[in-house]
């Protein structure tokens, strides 16, 4: 989604917004550009596609001052064009926003009547020129904004700047995030913190409604009361290094490779005290469980769904946020609501995570990125401790939620009275993931092999059963969101009951099949397909006659979610690459989905 950067400071503000740009890009976006306050008012350039077209014009036409806003622009309301990127410049302001304005329609058409006129079809233009109408009344650029946000529906974060106080910079938040930072020389301003982190570890969080104004080496913050508030800034554990390639060709590559390196990570100190250190009391409901998230950390919250009900008969929903936010619901302070999301920014489930606290229920959130809205705002918070993500599809974030819920799930069966020797054979066999992990990464060369074979097809069934199940279904999300194939999973059983009528020799099957009881009605289920003329992709330890075979150690289906998705990430990655796709910005895909 829309990244935003501001600086002001004593530095050429060009290359600082562009690097921060740079640092945001992972995010996903269309268009991009840069608002800069010189000697002769504020300047402009913008482009539509990459940061890189965006620095080839600065080039040309250097734009020079020290303090300026810059955006990366995911399209919501007109789209990627030029006329519609930001930063947009109305009288002597100019704004970047991150986020939506939901009743812009009425505004636009108040402004319209009151003389108005725009220049793009987006709702950011509506709220700078609300702004501005506000500050020809008020006279105040306080006054302004604090009329200004009542007037607003929606979430948003805007940075902006004034030609008439050309070293101030000004950040408002409701519902995106946004957060700050200074040294001795520079104040610098962004949606992510990874834009920071070349200037200071130091940063100030703002919480949603309030708002901050800064230059000259000062940031004063407020809320919209339009009281001063104090704000204390917090140490930033994240380094560069965890956000550069390391050697490999894309950033999906590294972070499927570095699975071990990352599990190991999350688990460190949590496995032998079932992650009594986050949560201390017991969390044990009388009531419901209930997981909410979206995409991948969805798809894990599934696996957790099966594994804790195998370990101690317990039922767990899994919902989509997006769906949860509006259902009606019996939840009350005997409910345990569990949030899961890498980015911690994702608008639905953040909502759908207030909901719940607000019904009662008691929340906890796995999260990766530090500090943000929805670790925030949950009564507990787990954090991944992967190092930042930054292929927008999600690989390392997702064995680390499975991991961390599975220990969850043996802290709720073990406080339900389960024998110690069961939950100490269980933590044994999670310790032992990573060395799994990477002892397969090392062996993976024939995925690459099948998907030379595969990745000109247009269509994929992924199927599985039990625990296999959940696996294959975030298998069929990275190929879809990687290859930008038709990727869909079934429980194999399924199969026989509709999709099954689609099979025919170009309409080829993976089939996520480790060990156990299940496995030989899935076997039976992959005959089906096989004898109406389906190609059949096995992932499993055991062969079956004419399928092309991915071959995989022999270990404990219930640690599949760990080792089988490799082969699936790995396939989506490669075929990706051979297909000559944006394998860490797919298209149409945003990492940080800040919007609803
Ligand atoms: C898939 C993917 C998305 C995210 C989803 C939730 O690879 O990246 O499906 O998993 O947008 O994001 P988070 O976990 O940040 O809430």
């Known amino acids: 989604m829309c990244g935003i950067v501001g600086y002001s400071g004593k530095k050429n503000a060009a290359p600082v917004l562009l690097e921060g740009l740079r640092r945001l890009e992972y995010r996903g976006y269309d268009s991009a550009g840069i608002a800069i306050n010189t000697k002769k008012g504020i300047r402009s350039v913008k482009v539509k596609g990459k940061v890189a077209g965006l620095e080839e014009k600065l080039l040309e036409k250097p734009v020079v001052g020290s303090c300026g806003i810059a955006h990366t622009r995911w399209a919501t309301h007109g789209k990627p064009s030029v006329r519609n990127a930001h930063p947009f410049r109305y009288n002597s302001f100019a704004i970047v926003h991150n986020g939506i304005i939901e009743n812009w329609k009425t505004l636009k058409d108040d402004l319209i009547k009151a003389g108005y006129n725009f220049t793009s079809d987006t709702d950011t233009e509506v709220a700078l020129i609300c702004f501005c109408a506000l500050f020809e009344k008020t006279q105040s650029i306080g006054k302004a904004i604090l009329q200004l946000v009542k007037m607003l529906k929606g979430a948003y974060a805007f940075l902006i700047i004034d030609e008439q106080n050309p070293s101030t910079i000004i950040g408002v938040k409701n519902g995106n995030p946004l957060v700050v930072g200074k040294n001795a020389d520079d104040i610098i301003a962004a949606s992510d913190l990874t834009a920071l982190l070349s200037f200071t570890n130091r940063a100030f969080f703002l919480e949603d409604r309030q708002f901050f104004v800064a230059g000259d080496g000062n940031i004063d913050f407020y809320n919209f009361e339009g009281g001063k508030i104090s704000n204390t800034p917090v140490d930033v554990k994240w380094n560069q290094e965890e956000a550069k390639?390391?050697?490999?060709?894309?950033?999906?590559?590294?972070?499927?490779?570095?699975?071990?390196?990352?599990?190991?990570?999350?688990?460190?100190?949590?496995?032998?005290?079932?992650?009594?250190?986050?949560?201390?009391?017991?969390?044990?409901?009388?009531?419901?469980?209930?997981?909410?998230?979206?995409?991948?950390?969805?798809?894990?919250?599934?696996?957790?769904?099966?594994f804790i009900n195998m370990l101690s008969g317990v039922s767990v929903t899994v919902e989509f946020a997006s769906e949860f936010r509006y259902q009606p619901h019996d939840l009350s302070a005997d409910s345990l609501v569990i949030a899961l999301s890498q980015s911690g920014e994702t608008s639905d489930t953040k909502e759908a995570l207030l909901r719940a606290k607000n019904s009662g229920a008691h929340t906890i959130a796995i999260v990766n990125s530090w500090e943000s809205s929805i670790a925030r705002a949950a009564d507990e918070t787990i954090y991944m401790n992967i190092g930042q993500e930054i292929s927008v599809a999600s690989t390392k974030a997702y064995t680390a939620e499975v991991a961390l819920l599975y220990l969850v799930a043996l802290r709720i069966a073990s406080e339900r009275g389960a024998a110690a020797e069961k939950i100490d054979a269980w933590k044994q066999k999670i310790k032992e993931v990573p060395k799994i992990q990477s002892n397969y990464l090392e062996n993976s060369g024939s995925v690459e092999d099948i998907a030379k074979k595969y990745y000109k097809k247009k269509n994929?069934?992924?199927?599985?059963?039990?625990?296999?199940?959940?696996?294959?279904?975030?298998?069929?999300?990275?190929?879809?969101?990687?290859?930008?194939?038709?990727?869909?999973?079934?429980?194999?059983?399924?199969?026989?009951?509709?999709?099954?009528?689609?099979?025919?020799?170009?309409?080829?099957?993976?089939?996520?099949?480790?060990?156990?009881?299940?496995?030989?009605?899935?076997?039976?289920?992959?005959?089906?397909?096989?004898?109406?003329?389906?190609?059949?992709?096995?992932?499993?330890?055991?062969?079956?006659?004419?399928?092309?075979?991915?071959?995989?150690?022999?270990?404990?289906?219930?640690?599949?979610?760990?080792?089988?998705?490799?082969?699936?990430?790995?396939?989506?990655?490669?075929?990706?690459?051979?297909?000559?796709?944006?394998?860490?910005?797919?298209?149409?895909?945003?990492?940080?989905?800040?919007?609803?």
């Open 245 to 306: 390639k390391g050697g490999y060709k894309h950033y999906l590559l590294k972070e499927i490779m570095e699975q071990p390196a990352a599990l190991t990570r999350a688990l460190a100190g949590r496995v032998d005290n079932l992650l009594f250190d986050e949560l201390k009391n017991r969390i044990t409901p009388k009531g419901r469980i209930i997981c909410i998230a979206c995409g991948t950390s969805y798809n894990a919250a599934l696996c957790f769904k099966y």
């Open 460 to 596: 994929f069934f992924y199927i599985g059963r039990g625990i296999g199940y959940p696996v294959a279904i975030e298998g069929a999300l990275k190929l879809k969101e990687l290859s930008y194939m038709h990727a869909e999973c079934y429980a194999s059983g399924e199969m026989k009951h509709g999709p099954i009528s689609l099979i025919d020799s170009e309409f080829p099957t993976i089939a996520v099949a480790p060990p156990g009881g299940l496995r030989d009605k899935l076997f039976s289920n992959v005959s089906e397909i096989k004898s109406r003329m389906g190609q059949v992709i096995l992932v499993s330890d055991s062969m079956l006659a004419g399928c092309d075979f991915i071959k995989m150690p022999k270990i404990d289906a219930w640690l599949s979610p760990f080792v089988y998705i490799l082969p699936l990430q790995l396939f989506s990655y490669y075929a990706a690459n051979l297909l000559g796709n944006d394998v860490d910005q797919p298209r149409n895909l945003a990492k940080s989905v800040t919007v609803e």
